[in-house]
Structure formats: C-alpha cells, structure tokens
C-alpha cells in the first residue's frame, strides 16, 4: 500500500486541484494532509479529499507526522502545487519489487512551458540521476522500513529534502522514474527564473559548506516572495 504525504501551509489556491488529481490518479492510495497552521481554507479543502492532521508548522516535521500517521508500506511525499502522473504509483511499485532499490522520485516537469523552465527542469533530473538528490518538488517515495531506520526527515527549516536524500543513498538505491512530477513555477514567476535558480545554487552550497541551516533560512525568507512553508 502507497501512502501519500502531503505538508501544507496557507495553500488553499493549489490544494484543491492536486488532491482532486491525486483522488483520480492514485484512486488505491491512502492521502494524508498534514496542516502545519494555516490561516486561510487550506484544512477545510483538505477535509473534502483526504484525512487531516495538524503538526507544529516545518516541512520536515510535518512529513514525519503524516510518515508516523500513515497505514502505507511505501511512503510518498508530494506537494500541494504538484500534479503527478496517473503512471506514477505503479511504477513506484514496479521500481520497489527490486529489492536493491529503496526509493526514488519522479522526473522533474513544470506546468508552464518555457525553454528556461525545461533547462531548469533539466538540471534538477540530471542531478538526481547522477547525485541521487531527490528534492520535495520531483515526489519523493520511499520503503517505510528504511525511512523509520533512519528516523525519518531531519527536523531542518531549510534543506530537509536534500540531507533526507543524502542519507538514503547510503543505505541502497534510489532511482528516477520516467512518470512525471508536474509542479507550478510560481516561484520561479515570482522571483525571476534564474535569480531563482542561482539562489537555490547558493543555499544548497552553503549548507554542504556548513552554513547553519537557520542561517540559511534566514536568507531564504529574505530573498523570497511570501508565502506558505
């Protein structure tokens, strides 16, 4: 059974779509919400599709609140502005009957079309082909007996994804499935493609430098438009 995750914050303008798609596509698998504080309708839309939990506001710590909530042997976070493939929970089955392999993600996609969005999309698959970095945005699944050996998502306010990733390609294989993880590139609009893209660059680096992931925050709060985390 596939359990999927959902961390929401102040999202009631995407929410409604994606778990609309996620009820049609993945019509076998459990959906779990989990609320990190929102102030507008995010829980009352939520309510509609899926089971709602609350959590202290932290990606992080809200995906291991739904991890510990959820019924699913393979647990697969996605975000409230992502629209998957109808394909996708197969293939992650698929992908999981090797034993070899722990986890994965889907290729990387953005609902607007542009030749700058597809490099940028690029890049973040050929990364987590080589890498095996799996960020939040391309629906990062995993075996649940591997997550809960590893004590779930590292409680961080910034980079949960990447050190999560880091440390799951210690223990076995991730791969990239072919299905897509189609996600909005409002921030990208917001802030302006490749300032964007040359702002995550530098905060990725910092952290694998040392930088105190607070620090981090800090700047990332600093340069980026407002809205939910």
């Known amino acids: 059974m596939i359990s999927i995750i959902v ?3 102040n999202e009631e303008a995407t929410l409604g779509a994606t778990l609309v798609h996620l009820t049609r596509a993945c019509p076998d698998c459990e959906i779990l919400v ?3 504080g929102s102030t507008d309708q995010t829980v009352d839309i939520a309510q509609r599709y899926a089971r709602v939990l609350v959590s202290a506001p932290g990606r992080g710590q809200q995906m291991n609140v739904g991890a510990t909530a959820a019924a699913g042997d393979i647990l697969w976070f996605v975000h409230a502005d992502t629209e998957v493939d109808a394909k996708a929970a197969s293939e992650i089955r698929q992908a999981l009957a090797d034993p070899a392999t722990i986890g994965g993600g889907l ?3 953005f609902h607007d079309s542009s030749l700058s969005l597809a490099i940028v ?3 973040s698959n050929l990364r987590a082909r080589t890498l095996h970095w799996i960020f939040g945005d391309q629906s990062l699944f995993v075996r649940r007996s591997v997550f809960e050996s590893l004590g779930g998502f590292p409680v961080l306010p910034l ?3 990447l050190e999560m990733s880091r440390r799951l390609n210690r223990c076995g294989r991730l ?3 072919g299905a897509m993880s189609r996600t909005s590139a409002r921030r990208f609009r917001d802030g302006g493609i490749w300032r964007v893209l040359w702002r995550m660059q530098y905060l990725k680096a910092g952290y694998l430098l040392g930088v105190p992931p607070a620090k981090l925050h800090a700047r990332y709060v600093q340069t980026t438009p407002k809205r939910g985390r």
Do not use: K, N
Request: aromatic share 0%; no cysteine; charged share 15%.
């Open 7 to 9: 961390p929401v914050l």
């Open 107 to 109: 290729t990387l996609a």
């Open 34 to 36: 989990v609320d990190g």
């Open 121 to 123: 999309a690029g890049l």
């Open 175 to 177: 791969v990239l499935l």
């Open 159 to 161: 980079m949960e994804d």
